[in-house]
């Protein structure tokens, strides 16, 4: 049963005011309008918890955490009703991605259980060094305090309310405040349900999560800039990203903003690549680029090609292979909205010619394809910009030294992708050093959409793509955000943290 309420600390707290959330298809429901003073309580109830939980062993917040997926798992088929009401995402896409979550807590259970997050570092002492001893220095990582996250609009569950932004930081021994979307506060509640059973059955302290739904741009900003709160965690659009971010750096003390912002993701087609596979090639990027109505931050927006014939064959494939999906419904009305207006700066930008135009209207989505010359593409930057929804732009370099060109020219971005044969290494092998600079990850003859949870994922790169490159939002090394190294100078053993010797 929903409350409609707030979490914080234990309780569920109501307000004056009330939000109707905006399903797809099925009942709409009320849900409390957060405040400042929410958050505040929150904030205040998380501070409260920190060192008690920080001080809780790894096996009880790996317990904790475990206990976490187990409650997500009791109410699945509670959470699938509402969230497919809410988001209009199918059934089967919710419950892999409520499989997704209830992994990754799992995986940061059994990460925390091993030593190497630590990082533990141990110089002895020299007390004969000329001309002056050694100290003897030990150095661990260690909490930094209580996390606000934001839920993300695309991804209800496994990048909001107990998504992996929240279960790193309790990993961490960092409670948590997480701001609810308000395009899914159903299901951001059922989870906090889930979470708040866990905190009962393992004895946690009351403060250590905390849920506050709805609300105007005051509660956000209230939110990251509450003393209590040390590290942020975002994913969402530029814009609001951006002024988040800013608000961080303007604090009194100011606090890092991890914030994933979205890309165009770009594939190169490689020539060699590209005249052997390029029928299987277009196919695979019409299902990358149309799933869940391009609603991913890792959707490959941009195909660049050399022009040519098996360029002409490559874009008559796509616009078949594109055409032939139907309308999806989006997330929200605003994201339709904003998809129907990206779509039409992309058809008004230099040299851009349409490939494939359909009808949408409303909520649902209908896909685009468009295509541009390499010289057009490198003097309309607004052509370089994200469209979130199902729409794609091929880009034909007139040589493989204007792909090269295309490449420098690239913001930060998630991802970049290299579509290669043997024959196409040399030319690859100027792309590389390139893209490493563009991207956090890059792949080879795949498609990005699919993000592995894994120690060695990397789900973040250079701004704007995220606003710390050095960090990832997705797998284990993610845990670092909310870390913080301490070094201990003559430190008698009795006071050093449990960790140290455990």
Known sequence: MLTGKHLIAGDWVGSDQTFASSPAHGPAHDFAVGTPAHVDAACQAAEAAFLPYAARSRADRAAFLNR????IEARGTAITEIGTQETGLPAARLEGERGRTTMQLRL???HILKDDWLDRRHDPALPDRQPLPRPDIKMIQRPIGPVAVFGASNFPLAFSVAGGDTASALAAGCPVVVKGHSAHPGTGEIVAQAILAAVQACGMPKGVFSLVQGGKRDVGEALVQHPF????GFTGSLAGGRALFNLCAARPEPIPFFGELGSVNPMFLLPAALAARGETIAKGWAGSLTLGAGQFCTNPGIAVVIDGPDADAFVATAKEAVGAVGPQTMLTDGIAQAYRQGRDRVAAGTGVRAV???MCDQRDATPYLFEVSGADWLVDHMLAE????????????????EMQEIARSLQGQLTCTLHLDEADMDLARTLMPVLERKAGRILANGFPTGVEVVDAQVHGGPYPASTNFGHTSVGTLSIRRWLRPVAYQNMPDALLPQDWAH
């Not at 976490?68 to 409650?71: H, K, L, S, V």
Request: neutral net charge; without cysteine; proline residues 3%.
């Open 229 to 232: 709160i040390k590290a942020v």
């Open 68 to 71: 976490i997926a187990d409650e």
């Open 386 to 401: 994200e469209v979130f929804g199902p729409l794609g732009l091929i880009v034909r370099a007139r040589h493989a030294a």
């Open 356 to 358: 494939l135009t359909t």
């Open 108 to 110: 940061f259970a059994s």
